[in-house]
């Protein structure tokens, strides 16, 4: 009989050790997937990235939401020529949305259009500031304009 209760005691203590480990493992799970990315997690090249990888053709809501804003001098001397080498693309990606945003965009951006945005912070020396919503696109003024500036840079 003593055996028997220890079986018990056993195998219902490994039960509820393997149930206490499950919902662990599943609750830490969730609160990383939930996680809400800021810009400060990101740089320029990350930041453009995600939102290419984030990007379905096939769906109607291509958007990144992010919670935050961008800190001040986030584009560094370093990120200037993977900005100046993707500033042409017309590549598609997700647009930007603001955590707070109560309006849903159906325009893609274009990876160009962020590269622009970004240069231009890094060249004006201001802070970036998307809005709530933001689904840029290649501008090639804009592009002749980095470009001019660029060449006095490397000089």
Do not use: R
């Not at 802070?127 to 000089?155: A, F, H, M, R, V």
């Amino acid at each position: 009989m003593k055996k028997v209760i220890l079986l018990l005691i056993i195998v219902l203590s490994l039960f509820v050790g393997g149930y206490l480990f499950y919902a662990f493992k599943i609750n830490s799970l969730e609160k990383e997937y939930h996680k809400n990315l800021s810009p400060k997690d990101l740089n320029p090249e990350s930041f453009i990235t995600l939102f290419k990888e984030k990007y379905n053709k096939k769906s109607q809501l291509n958007f990144v939401t992010l919670l935050g804003e961008f800190p001040e001098n986030w584009v560094k001397q370093k990120d200037i020529p993977y900005l100046i080498s993707i500033m042409n693309s017309k590549e598609k990606c997700c647009g930007y949305m603001n955590f707070f945003s109560s309006t849903i965009s159906n325009e893609d951006a274009e990876v160009g259009g962020f590269a622009i945005i970004f240069l231009n912070s890094y060249i004006s020396k201001t802070k970036i500031n998307l809005g709530l919503n933001s689904n840029p696109k290649t501008d090639k003024e804009s592009i002749n304009k980095i470009e001019d500036w660029y060449q006095k840079y490397q000089n």
